[in-house]
């Protein structure tokens, strides 16, 4: 996303390659919480003590491991005869919690390897109750249809995100995300000064929320003539 930087890189109140760094280790932070969750999330659903629902998330179990490692390809395929990846989970664990999550999983990896189309495919198939994680679908969603160049797509999927739920952790970074591309990419720059407002207002204890005070300084100040 190197060019979406380029304009907001030529001002000195903003250095936008910095903040882009900071941001990236936001998100895969975001990823690890995911990763750590999932697991988590199979045991406590009511009926973690169906042989079906065990098997299922037993299958899950090596492919989770490659993600962890970041190896994501091995992850997404698996290895034939030896594990199934997320992609056959997701099929052959149709219906199953495991099944479920393993299409977020093959979405965020499809993400990660540059495949935007499957990754918005994958993920939109996750039918989650938890907050977090099915905030996090759709902002993945957000990211893909950026980097496909659909930012109008993007930045509503973002704030969809962001209202799914006002939990502290995805809420204010996908608020930023939109505002970021209703400056950048939009031109909306009232748009984004009401987004950075609601992340300072609502959610200034989180990392997005200390950003959005320097973030308001540089868009307001920009606009005095």
């Known amino acids: 996303m190197v060019e979406e930087f380029e304009e907001v890189k030529k001002t000195k109140a903003f250095d936008a390659e910095a903040w882009f760094k900071k941001n990236q280790k936001t998100v895969l932070g975001g990823l690890l919480v995911l990763a750590l969750g999932l697991g988590v999330y199979l045991y406590t659903r009511e009926g973690g003590d169906d042989p079906e629902e065990i098997a299922a998330s037993e299958a899950l179990f090596m492919a989770e491991h490659y993600f962890g490692q970041d190896s994501l390809e091995i992850a997404l395929k698996g290895r034939p005869g030896d594990f199934e990846g997320f992609e056959s989970i997701a099929s052959s664990q149709k219906g199953t919690d495991a099944g479920n999550v393993a299409h977020l999983y093959a979405g965020i990896c499809h ?22 994680m099915s905030s996090m679908a759709i902002g993945c969603q957000g990211d893909a249809q950026w980097e496909l160049g659909k930012t109008q797509e993007a930045a509503d999927l973002y704030v969809k995100a962001a209202r799914n739920s006002n939990n502290r952790f995805t809420a204010p970074m996908y608020l930023e995300k939109a505002a970021m591309v209703y400056e950048l990419e939009l031109k909306n720059t009232e748009k984004a000064i009401e987004l950075y407002t609601e992340i300072r207002d609502d959610y200034y204890s989180s990392f997005q929320g200390s950003n959005s005070e320097k973030q308001l300084l540089r868009l307001t100040t920009a606009q005095q003539p």
Do not use: P, S
Not at 123 to 131: A, N, P, S, T, Y
């Open 111 to 132: 993400l990660n390897l540059g495949n935007f189309e499957k990754a918005i495919t994958y993920l939109k198939e996750f039918k989650g109750e938890d907050q977090v």
